[in-house]
């Protein structure tokens, strides 16, 4: 196995257990916060799916174009403005950097959406990754800056789905728990 075999095997994995955490979830579920400051699950996934299509095709990709671009999932979904205080780059469009208040503000796109795009962008990032040239994996992403290489994208790739499906599965037990079931 390669590594782009072994980034493609993790990155499918993650998304059936995130497919898994979500298939039951009404709309409801998805919005519920244990805390002010705390994201939900439908944040959490669509701040999963999103940052793969952007890290995935800005980097990986050589800067082809997103699916949240390419399809129209970025006229479909209004993000927040950038805050006072937001760094500058700020990836608004993946959920970095929001404040507590945009998340809460932010209405959760419909599940049977999140999932459509999420298959999309799953589809296209096997693609990009397969097509990857092992070659360059050592490699500065930007030639102005030495890190990150592409073989930082791989590695934030191949687990970042995989860290916030945790947290999905830990708000959902916050929220079993806070309804005694």
């Known amino acids: ?29 998805l919005a519920w916060r244990p805390a002010p400051f705390a994201n939900p699950v439908g944040f959490l996934l669509f701040h999963s799916i999103r940052t793969e299509d952007r890290y995935i095709h800005q980097w990986l990709g050589n800067g082809a174009e997103d699916v949240w671009s390419a399809e129209g999932w970025n006229r479909k979904w209004k993000m927040p403005e950038p805050h006072p205080g937001a760094p500058q780059g700020w990836f608004g469009e993946t959920g970095n950097s929001w404040t507590p208040q945009q998340v809460a503000d932010w209405p959760i796109p419909p599940k049977d959406e999140l999932l459509a795009y999420g298959a999309r962008v799953q589809e296209k990032t096997i693609e990009v990754v397969r097509a990857f040239d092992l070659s360059r994996i050592n490699a500065p992403v930007r030639p102005d800056h030495p890190n990150p290489t592409y073989a930082n994208y791989l590695y934030i790739a191949s687990h970042h789905e995989a860290q916030h499906q945790a947290q999905m599965d830990y708000i959902l037990g916050l929220k079993r728990g806070e309804m005694g079931v």
């Open 1 to 29: 196995m390669d590594i782009r075999d072994f980034v493609i095997t993790s990155m499918t994995r993650a998304r059936n257990a995130t497919l898994n955490t979500v298939k039951d979830l009404s709309q409801e579920d």
